[in-house]
């Protein structure tokens, strides 16, 4: 059974970069078919995709938030990260990583729990 | 198209049958799959493929697909169905995820 950790720090300063790293087990993050995506949700608001890394490294982004996001991919640790620049507080969420299949079609079978990540001073 | 609606709010009795909608252009293109997200919790997988189930997902659960509209089902619904619904797809270059932006579903 597969399942995604996210970890990283819950408090982040405007300007800076937030980062954080999404742990699998149980599964392999170089198995084939898979996408490894970010997905976050501000307070009170719905989800939203940040992008996904495929393939060992090709990524794609959500193109509103695209000039800011490197998502990257440890296989020795069976890891893949976030980072987000220049964060805002309109950045404030909690941000879940989650496996996506592609067949028979697209849907994201396992979720980490969440980790909320707030930007303030 | 970047685009998927859905109503945000539904009121449905116990043990009644709602219906939450979702379209997009995207639909006709790609099957919505759908997730429950109860609060404080992670959003769960409960259809795809148009009207798959994962394993655990009840059968009162199902879902449906017409043109640009998916549709999820609740037949009979419970007190514990109470819930956000998110349906999700990919856009029409095939590229990027797109998410609904949710239906409560309040049971009364």
């Known amino acids: 059974q597969v399942q995604l950790q996210e970890s990283g720090p819950g408090q982040v300063k405007p300007s800076e970069t937030l980062s954080l790293t999404c742990s699998v087990s149980g599964g392999s993050i170089t198995s084939a078919g898979n996408n490894w995506n970010w997905i976050r949700q501000r307070p009170g608001k719905g989800l939203e995709w940040i992008g996904y890394i495929y393939d060992s490294g090709k990524t794609y982004y959500n193109p509103s938030l695209k000039s800011r996001v490197i998502i990257a991919v440890d296989t020795s640790k069976n890891q893949f990260s976030l980072k987000l620049k220049s964060v805002t507080a309109a950045d404030t969420a909690i941000y879940y990583c989650?496996?996506?299949?592609?067949?028979?079609?697209?849907?994201?079978?396992?979720w980490g729990q969440g980790t909320l990540v707030t930007v303030s001073s | 198209s970047s685009d998927l609606t859905q109503d945000p709010a539904v009121s449905v009795a116990l043990g009644q049958t709602v219906e939450i909608t979702c379209q997009g252009a995207?639909?006709?293109?790609?099957?919505a799959s759908w997730y429950q997200q109860k609060p404080g919790q992670a959003p769960l997988l409960i259809i795809y493929?148009?009207?798959n189930r994962p394993s655990g997902i009840p059968d009162r659960f199902s879902g449906s697909s017409s043109g640009i509209t998916s549709s999820l089902t609740i037949t009979g619904i419970q007190a514990g169905d109470e819930a956000d619904y998110y349906c999700s797809s990919r856009d029409t270059s095939g590229f990027h995820v797109l998410f609904g932006g949710g239906t409560k579903v309040t049971v009364l």
């Open positions: 989650a496996r996506e299949l592609m067949q028979p079609s697209y849907r994201m079978d396992h």
């Open positions: 995207s639909l006709s293109s790609f099957y």
């Open positions: 493929n148009k009207n």
